[in-house]
DNA sequence: CTGAAAGCGCTTACAG
DNA sequence: CTGAAAGCGCTTACAG
């Protein structure tokens, strides 16, 4: 360990007070400091390389200028990544550190409460709590004692502020430019468990039928498995109804996507000629290494990592007032769509 | 802000000093305390829900009990997510708090000297410097101010320890397992870029070709880009050339095996039974959303995140060797593999 | 067995 | 314009 230079060698160096010191590289407000001194102090610092101690000063100042990310089984979703990249960067414009712990999925309120206390303990000005598959959820109570927001879940007491992504507005965006392009009957590939997701996408393929006085088929919809099995099932149900085929799919998510692609192919269809298709997640590399390329919905999650901490600094700054926002989902072209009827068989 | 009980409340309502809290709670060694007394200060600190403030503690004993993790454009490295998760179960297990910098791939020097000091400043009592697409990395000098490991790239000036995916091992594996079910023409879809993992592949392509005594064939390898795409023209050209096919192709990494299984089922072939397919990266949701599931090399992000942490703490405890490790590829089997020759056909 | 006191490296009223 | 001093909340020799 390379004794680090502490302020008290940069004020005996300039022969000044640490008084000093600490204003000028502070440039406290309200405090003139003679331009001379100023400059020898500037000078001696850079030339010692002197780096203020931040533990010192967060212990003095009763902020540590950390921020807390707690993840829910960060393993299980690939999106987790760009949450905390969104934070990170949200965090390091704002000068601010994030520090980050994991727990499990199946943790109970007792180890939930644990993992908050030991990001208070390290006097975090606010926390980030990430979830998924939750629509809502009740967190330790101790997340209420610094600014804190929730990712992927509204709270179910309402005090604490959340971002989540706006699942029925980026299903009813997909299914409306299937319509634009003159599609009618669009099949629907469900996921069978209840994620928050489930119920928003599901919500979105009918508001955009019944703005369009397209009549919900239930022939039209199949329902699996949220993984490349289950839309392959799904898709495969769909396309050996007897009746008219659909002349697109909107699939709950990517993955679903990638089944479908392939039970299309089965029957000897061409994308995007014979059937559209419209995925969800954006989740790569699926969507971009599909053929064709795959259109689909993307999740905010870089943005909901980023929103999540200029909240904190908002609540930091004095803003009480607790919401709960949706964050947009954009719809994201690619090759796996057209107008329909554009087949010439 | 609900001003936290310090240690001072504890002392006064234990009627005891600060000193004796300290040792108790601390469990300080060579001290011994009286039991009545050790019972009412443990009583009194549960009662008044006492926790120790991190950022005093930090202060006094020069240790933070933080790591650093300075990852690399994080957001073009599906896996990251992997490192970190390993990173940080496994300062958790150490009782360490991981604070997370992300730098731009495209970072400069100056940059990354920068992140470093950050972490620094927070008195990390180590750093782990994680980074893609190079084989060697020349971090900032300052790293080695404190413990330091590098995930994925060796050191220049090899005194910083290191640990890297053993990728040569991990393709001999995997050909090797071809060759044990009978296949010797055994194609091989390559990248064209020169990053890490490209030499060791190709080399343990070659090794295993080697140790059965197949002579390698330069008609069973077709090069493309890292991606579907690429993968889908290389093994078109590969399949369209004359002679006689391969009975199995092991591919640079699962996003070209994607196009490879199109281009495979393009052809009129099946996978297993006309041809075996091994990918490389075990890149979810690809490797199980393939039909059928992809038989692929696995890379050890999580236990490189956990390794480094691990070897942060050995270095804390007197460790000074540093040292080039690398870890296991583990082959895990799907269902894209079948002994030569099963095909009817 | 227990406690008074110093000190980690800063910032910040306060005084001059 | 500048500095002496207190104090953030702990730990740890040291003394008794």
Redesign the interface.
């Known amino acids: 360990?390379?004794s680090r230079v502490r302020i008290k060698d940069v004020a005996a160096e300039a022969d000044v007070s640490v008084t000093t010191v600490s204003h000028v590289l502070n440039q406290t407000p309200h405090t003139r400091v003679n331009e001379e001194t100023r400059r020898r102090v500037l000078d001696v610092a850079a030339r010692l390389n002197y780096?203020?101690?931040?533990?010192?000063r967060?212990?003095r100042t009763q902020s540590?200028g950390?921020i807390g990310l707690l993840t829910e089984e960060?393993?299980t979703t690939?999106h987790?990544?760009?949450i905390?990249?969104g934070a990170?960067?949200a965090a390091?414009r704002n000068n601010l550190?994030?520090?980050?712990?994991?727990s499990a999925l199946q943790a109970d309120a007792v180890e939930r409460r644990d993992d908050v206390?030991?990001l208070?303990?390290?006097?975090v000005d606010g926390i980030i709590y990430a979830t998924v598959f939750h629509d809502v959820v009740s967190p330790p109570a101790e997340l209420r004692?610094?600014p804190s927001v929730l990712i992927g879940a509204r709270d179910r007491t309402r005090r604490v502020s959340s971002v989540t992504p706006d699942e029925r507005q980026g299903a009813r965006d997909a299914v409306r430019s299937l319509v634009a392009l003159g599609h009618r009957r669009i099949g629907f590939v469900a996921n069978t468990t209840d994620v928050p997701a489930t119920r928003g996408r599901r919500l979105g393929y009918l508001d955009a039928l019944e703005e369009a006085g397209i009549e919900a088929d239930p022939d039209l919809v199949a329902e699996g498995e949220a993984?490349?099995?289950g839309g392959?099932e799904a898709a495969t149900a769909l396309l050996d109804r007897p009746g008219e085929r659909p002349t697109a799919i909107f699939c709950y998510n990517?993955?679903m996507a990638?089944?479908v692609y392939?039970a299309i192919?089965d029957h000897g269809l061409r994308i995007p000629d014979d059937i559209s298709v419209i995925g969800f997640d954006d989740?790569?590399?699926?969507a971009?290494?599909?053929?064709p390329g795959l259109t689909t919905v993307s999740l905010p999650h870089y943005e909901m990592g980023a929103w999540a901490v200029d909240s904190l600094v908002s609540q930091r700054d004095g803003d009480r007032a607790a919401g709960t926002h949706r964050l947009p989902c954009p719809l994201v072209h690619r090759g796996s769509v057209a107008p329909v009827g554009v087949s010439p068989a």
């Open positions: 360990m390379s780096r203020p101690n931040r533990v010192a967060s212990l540590s950390m960060f393993a690939p987790a990544g760009r905390i990249l990170q960067e390091s550190t994030l520090a980050i712990i994991n206390a030991a208070l303990d390290r006097q004692t610094v993984e490349a099995g392959f990517d993955r990638m089944g392939r192919g989740q790569e590399p699926i971009s290494g599909l053929y």
